[in-house]
């Protein structure tokens, strides 16, 4: 097992931009540089450019295409202290916080976390043992109890919709959807949840089918306080709501509807990874 991976690490590892650029070159290209015009051959460094050029035509190959830090300007050094920090931070960073450890526009530092977040999207299928739930984000990131001070006896229940699957033990998968109905939860369990896997859940009628779709189904009914038995419960996708809540009203503040898919790919990918001890080398191979 790889020890922590500390900024102080990252500073001897990645002093600068060449020693970046070449551990992306051999994460990209194990084998060497293939040049498309003759084939294999050796590569060597343009100067000036996070450019290869081969040794017997001369054709160009730009690494770094395809990737998120293709036409940056942004020095590499930078991409790879934002990406240490969004593995490392279990709260997230913030742009304003980005922006003052690099010393780059706003602009910049927003950009650069967006980007990373983008890459943070999974597409794998869940098994075992998993639990799925619903919540609400309000625009005021407030419980609901505060919600409904504040916007009425129906405050409980407005904000935004994300539905959540984690495997006990495992991965996550979060998705920012229009609503919680039955049309649109069960297509995503059908899709991202293998049949025959067990699945926990509160009381919600948008479950009560599952058995019928080839799932083995277990749940606790919350309208009657009963949050916990000894054959299941949903405490572990309540322990992930409660984590990007309080980091979206502790670092962020506010989430922009438009982006909330990102963050929510932020918070799960940081779940989904939480046992490991070098977070930031999954990231840093996952976003190249």
């Keep these: ?31 060497g540089i293939d040049c498309p015009n003759c084939g294999k051959s050796p590569h060597y460094k343009i100067t000036g450019r996070r450019a290869y050029a081969c040794g017997s035509c001369g054709h160009h190959t730009y690494p770094l295409a395809g990737t998120i830090f293709h036409r940056s300007s942004t020095p590499l050094t930078d991409w790879f202290h934002a990406i240490w920090m ?4 279990k709260a997230g960073v913030s742009a304003m916080q980005l922006q003052r ?3 780059v526009t706003y602009k910049c530092a927003w950009l650069i976390l967006h ?12 098994e075992g043992e998993v639990e799925i739930d619903e919540t609400f984000v309000h625009a005021n990131v ?20 994300l539905v959540g699957i984690t495997e006990r033990g495992g991965k996550a998968r979060i998705w920012h959807v229009p609503s ?20 926990h859940s509160d009381g919600y009628m948008a479950y009560r089918k599952l058995p019928t779709m080839g799932y083995e189904h277990r749940w606790t009914d919350h309208s009657k306080k009963e949050f916990y038995t000894e054959y299941s419960s949903t405490q572990n996708i309540e322990n992930l709501w409660s984590h990007i809540k309080r980091g979206i009203k502790g670092v962020y503040r506010n989430v922009s ?32």
């Design 86 to 89: 969004m593995s490392s931070n």
């Design 142 to 161: 407030y419980k609901r109890s505060s919600a409904m001070k504040r916007y009425g006896l129906t405050g409980n229940r407005s904000g935004q919709v």
């Design 180 to 199: 919680a109905g039955a049309r649109i939860v069960q297509p995503l369990i059908r899709k991202y949840v293998k049949p025959g896997t067990l699945i």
């Design 1 to 31: 097992m790889l020890e922590k991976y500390t900024l102080k690490q990252l500073r001897t590892d990645f002093p600068d931009d060449q020693a970046c650029l070449d551990w992306l070159v051999n994460h990209l290209y194990p084998e």
């Design 257 to 288: 509807v438009q982006y909330l898919q990102l963050y929510a790919n932020e918070f799960s990918w940081r779940y989904s990874h939480r046992k490991e001890r070098a977070p930031f080398m999954r990231l840093l191979t996952t976003v190249s």
């Design 115 to 126: 980007k990373i977040r983008k890459m943070m999207a999974s597409e794998e299928t869940l």
């Design 101 to 103: 450890e690099l010393g």
